[in-house]
């Protein structure tokens, strides 16, 4: 080992990064204790010492009793491992440490690490990959100790089961150059509806099934199809999935594209197939039912029961514990697609009551957290119209039929179980059903008045814009419209921040829970409002000065990576906050849910175990810094006068 603090700083990370010079002012502030072992260094509860621990000699155990005080080991640390990070801003700490042998550490005051951490980027960046390191381990660990049993009765975690365990294989499949009829032969044989057609090096590269031949060959006569080959007949479009995805990944699949089965691809090449009858086998609910159920539905009253089946996959997720970003995209994928059904239900109605069909091509979008794909209830509705200009017309004429298109999809919804949005952002408003030119006009307008604060918010929610039906085009060309004029503008970024930093985590000075002091939530955080919030404002801004259209705020923040918009670090610490939050927000709704409340986002942080607890500071800590980083990048003093 290493004789001296000196040798120790200039060989172990983070502190091997600094520079010489100021690792020889910091030897000069570090301490060194030994602890026998079995003694604790500190114990759960204690104030903060406002210290870190780096191992020199022995180890250490990482302890906290849980609810029914039994002390239990969470973790353990090592030579050249640090601890006590969570007491270094005060506060009480969530877990002890107690010396697993004799220990010897380097007490480095928290003074000087706040100080390293606003200096030096190579330091910060090593420290927070640790502590996002350990957030996940503790995510994790609450993840799998959970008992969701309350919510939902699911026999197997289905939905982290890999697509190895559920494929069929070996798949039957035809060459590129065979006839039709020798295709048709196999399909045949194998007693199967379909076919997939594979080049020399098993790579899928069609499909050919029953309605193919049907559909082709005798719907349309062609002559000489004893001719035709497999390349000719076959559909092109091959929906893939690795084999080492899970089951959730291909549920999504096959709603999203609208497909029968998914070719399985392991290293480039064909390895088995997964049709929607092996996802329905494969799990008890019939959670993929609900395609052809949102589907076949005729009227409003028939979709307006499937809204509850929805809410049961969600139960089913949170039980069989998907990712939250999985849990997010299917249950956004089946929301859009029952909202798709309504809209066209509703454009039968027009047709039926004498309005005809829309009079020009149009596009629905959704904005708020169904425009981000992070609706999980069944939330209110904020949604939009874009209505391709036609001066023939005459966008006024073309508005009237778009708005009582939009009062009988936004009633259709509504009855659906996503209520009307109380402040009217709604497409039955005019304000929120124009032409694609009066949308860039405003667009412009909102952008450059942005210091006004009533139209900074219209421009908050209309920058969480989705096509969700309709004329996709409209919504990517006037995207790009507010990504350039954005990008053009010097100010709107700074008023964003400066409207997202008016508020702050909800953490006091002594590092622990502000809660709301009275009212029907006293002693409760509204864990949207207070904090997930912050992060989908942040990264709005961030993504949008990089040109970023995307509205995911997991893609958003995907992209701010490969675009250099966000290092690595930060971007890990904001991902893992981001994700306990939404845990934490639709586990506790479904709870509220389940007993007959309202699902408000707010929590008791005294009603959590002292593990969820601690998890939940280290996202409210991830909130912060991302704060922070905002406010440094994008405020401006001038701003203010």
């Known amino acids: 080992m290493p004789k001296n603090i000196r040798e120790v700083l200039n060989t172990v990370p983070p502190f091997s990064l600094l520079p010489e010079a100021v690792l020889g002012s910091l030897e000069k502030d570090i301490a060194e204790k030994t602890y026998p072992k079995g003694s604790y260094v500190f114990r759960q509860g204690e104030e903060g010492l406002n210290t870190l621990f780096l191992i020199i000699r022995g180890s250490a155990e990482v302890v906290a009793k849980n609810d029914m005080d039994d002390e239990a080991v969470l973790g353990f640390r090592g030579v050249e491992e640090f601890f006590g990070e969570t007491g270094l801003n005060g506060g009480q700490y969530s877990a002890g440490v107690r010396a697993k042998e ?39 660990e609450i993840i799998h100790e959970q008992s969701f049993d309350a919510y939902s009765k699911v026999e197997v975690p289905l939905f982290r089961k890999r697509i190895s365990d559920i494929m069929s294989t070996p798949v039957i499949t035809c060459g590129i150059a065979d006839t039709v009829v020798e295709v048709a032969g196999i399909m045949e044989k ?61 549920v999504l699949a096959i709603s999203k594209h609208r497909t029968k089965q998914l070719a399985v691809i392991r290293r480039g090449r064909l390895a088995g197939i997964v049709t929607v009858a092996d996802l329905v086998k494969a799990r008890s609910t019939g959670t993929l039912t609900l395609v052809h159920d949102i589907e076949s539905q005729q009227d409003i009253e028939g979709l307006s029961s499937i809204g509850v089946e929805v809410d049961s996959l969600l139960n089913a997720l949170v039980a069989e514990k998907a990712p939250v970003p999985e849990i997010l995209m299917i249950i956004s994928e089946f929301h859009e697609r029952l909202t798709r059904k309504v809209i066209q239900l509703c454009e039968e109605e027009m047709v039926s009551r004498g309005f005809g069909g829309p009079p020009v091509e149009y596009c629905w979008a959704n904005m708020g957290s169904a425009g981000r794909q992070e609706q999980t209830s069944r939330t209110d509705q904020d949604n939009m119209i874009i209505f391709r200009d036609e001066d023939s017309i005459g966008n006024d004429k073309i508005r009237e039929y778009f708005l009582k298109l939009a009062i009988l999809v936004n009633e259709g919804l509504d009855r659906c179980g996503f209520a009307k949005c109380p402040g009217n952002v709604m497409a039955s408003n005019l304000q929120w059903c124009r032409s694609l030119g009066e949308w860039e006009q405003t667009a412009r307008q909102w952008i450059e008045s942005a210091k006004d604060p009533v139209l900074l918010r219209q421009l908050t929610i209309l920058l969480d814009f989705r096509a969700v039906y309709g004329e996709k085009r409209l919504a990517d060309t006037l995207w790009k419209k507010i990504v350039k004029l954005y990008c053009q503008s ?32 006293k002693d409760e955080i509204n864990l949207k409002t207070a904090a997930s919030v912050h992060i989908v404002n942040c990264l709005r801004i961030f993504s949008l000065k990089s040109g970023i259209a995307d509205t995911n705020t997991f893609i958003r923040l995907s992209e701010l990576r490969k675009r250099g918009g966000m290092k690595n670090d930060e971007a890990d610490f904001v991902e893992a906050a981001y994700e306990t939050l939404m845990m934490f927000r639709i586990r506790e709704n479904l709870k509220k849910v389940k007993r007959g409340d309202k699902a408000d986002n707010y929590i008791n942080p005294s009603l959590l175990g002292k593990q969820e607890r601690e998890i939940l500071k280290g996202a409210f800590t991830g909130v912060s810094r991302l704060q922070k980083l905002t406010g440094s990048t994008y405020t401006l003093l001038w701003l203010a006068k």
């Open 490 to 521: 010097a100010a709107v970024s700074h008023y964003l921040a400066q409207d997202d930093l008016s508020a702050r985590v909800p953490v006091n000075i002594w590092g622990g829970f502000s809660t709301e002091k009275s009212g029907p939530h």
């Open 102 to 140: 004799d220990l010897t550490c380097l007490l480095i005051p928290g003074l000087e690490v706040e100080k390293l951490m606003g200096r030096h980027s190579d330091f910060t960046g090593y420290l927070a990959e640790v502590l996002v390191e350990r957030m996940r381990s503790l995510y994790d």
């Open 190 to 250: 194998k007693n199967i509806s379909a076919v997939m057609v594979v080049n020399d090096q098993n790579s899928p590269i069609g499909v050919i099934s029953n309605a193919d031949l049907v559909n082709k060959i005798l719907a349309r006569s062609v002559t000489g199809f004893l001719k035709l080959t497999a390349g000719e007949l076959m559909n092109k479009k091959v929906v893939t999935i690795p084999s080492e995805a899970f089951y959730a990944e291909a």
